[in-house]
T-cell receptor, first 113, second 115 residues
Framework: AQSVTQLDSQVPVFEEAPVELRCNYS??????LFWYVQYPNQGLQLLLK??????LVKSINGFEAEFNKSQTSFHLRKPSVHISDTAEYFC???????????FGTGTRLLVSP | KAGVTQTPRYLIKTRGQQVTLSCSPISGHRSVSWYQQTPGQGLQFLFE???????NKGNFPGRFSGRQFSNSRSEMNVSTLELGDSALYLC??????????????FGEGSRLTVL
């Protein structure tokens, strides 16, 4: 069965500092990988996705993630965070061809001035 | 384009009652999925519907059921409510025109409190 591990439940960081949110997955088949973000009292929003092709994927607001098949990882990075990036971030995986996502437990990113 | 709309946003029920939650997907989206989010269990997949057929199902008891209508709107029902059913129920739609990609567009959720 698939599983997703987000080792850090909370990551505090100062504004303009770099950040990395870690994600490892377990699956024996080809997968799609996602990062979703959830702001307080809201649903989830897709931040970025890996479906195929280039292993480095980027979002419009400066986040990027790299698919590493050998290490079964999909870590999320941003070189310089803003206060507005404070939110909970979820890594998710789905088997290719299926519409069911398995989510990690989430990482709360806390950006302070 | 309007986003995924879920109603009601908040509701309070008592143990033993039943509840029906509604979801209107983004126009043109034919796949609708439901997830339960709790502090203890995180996000868990309930079921997915496509063209009025349940295509995938998670590991929830039979008290949890759903359906999809011909206009792609979906409802989920929970019967005989238990305290542990208190959660945020999230609906998501997907622009599935070919093979599923797992990309989901979420609504803001229906927060159910069971007393």
């Amino acid at each position: 069965a698939q599983s997703v591990t987000q080792l850090d439940s909370q990551v505090p960081v100062f504004e303009e500092a770099p950040v990395e949110l870690r994600c490892n997955y377990s699956s024996s088949v080809s997968v799609y990988l996602f990062w979703y973000v959830q702001y307080p009292n809201q649903g989830l929003q897709l931040l970025l996705k890996y479906l195929s092709g280039s292993t480095l994927v980027k979002s419009i607001n400066g986040f990027e993630a790299e698919f590493n098949k050998s290490q079964t990882s999909f870590h999320l990075r941003k070189p310089s965070v803003h206060i507005s990036d404070t939110a909970e971030y979820f890594c998710a995986v789905s088997d290719v061809g299926f519409q069911k996502l398995v989510f990690g437990t989430g990482t709360r990113l806390l950006v302070s001035p | 384009k309007a986003g995924v709309t879920q109603t009601p946003r908040y509701l309070i029920k008592t143990r033993g009652q039943q509840v029906t939650l509604s979801c209107s997907p983004i126009s043109g989206h034919r796949s609708v999925s439901w997830y339960q989010q709790t502090p203890g269990q995180g996000l868990q997949f309930l079921f997915e519907y496509f063209s009025e057929t349940q295509r995938n199902k998670g590991n929830f008891p039979g008290r949890f059921s759903g359906r999809q209508f011909s206009n792609s709107r979906s409802e989920m029902n929970v019967s005989t409510l238990e305290l542990g059913d208190s959660a945020l129920y999230l609906c998501a739609s997907s622009p599935t025109t070919g093979a599923p990609t797992g990309e989901l567009f979420f609504g803001e959720g229906s927060r159910l409190t069971v007393l």
